[in-house]
Nanobody, 123 residues
Framework: VQLQASGGGLVQAGNSLRLSCTGS????????IGWFRQFLGKEREFVASISFNGRRTYYEDSVEGRFTISRDNTQNLVLLTMNSLEPEDTANYSC?????????????????WGQGTQVTVSS
């Protein structure tokens, strides 16, 4: 499976963006998918994840209620809809796959990392 994140850009605070994580390969639907972000000069941190069948979702506290993760396995697609964006959300966002189930914020348990997409939120 290969993953590619897209959809980033420059937006004003309070606005929305929708990021896409597109996968190639017929096993995409077997994997739980996570979104991570990396602030400049910082370690990668967990944002949200979704189970392989889309029935369970998990969010980091600071994005809970503002971000929504969803997936469509028929299109090998995972979306991260980001509302009420804040300047503190400015980061490079990437997606990755894992076979670990449940709450799983550890990036070391993820693989098939795709190239990230930059999100910049201006105040």
């Amino acid at each position: 499976v290969q993953l590619q994140a897209s959809g980033g850009g420059l937006v004003q605070a309070g606005n929305s963006l929708r990021l896409s994580c597109t996968g190639s390969g017929r096993l995409f639907g077997d994997y739980n998918i996570g979104w991570f972000r990396q602030f400049l000069g910082k370690e990668r941190e967990f944002v949200a994840s979704i189970s392989f069948n889309g029935r369970r979702t998990y969010y980091e506290d600071s994005v809970e209620g503002r971000f929504t993760i969803s997936r469509d396995n028929t299109q090998n697609l995972v979306l991260l809809t980001m509302n009420s964006l804040e300047p503190e959300d400015t980061a490079n966002y990437s997606c990755a796959a894992t076979l670990t189930t449940g709450w799983n914020p550890d990036p070391q348990t993820y693989f098939f990392w795709g190239q990230g997409t930059q999100v910049t939120v201006s105040s």
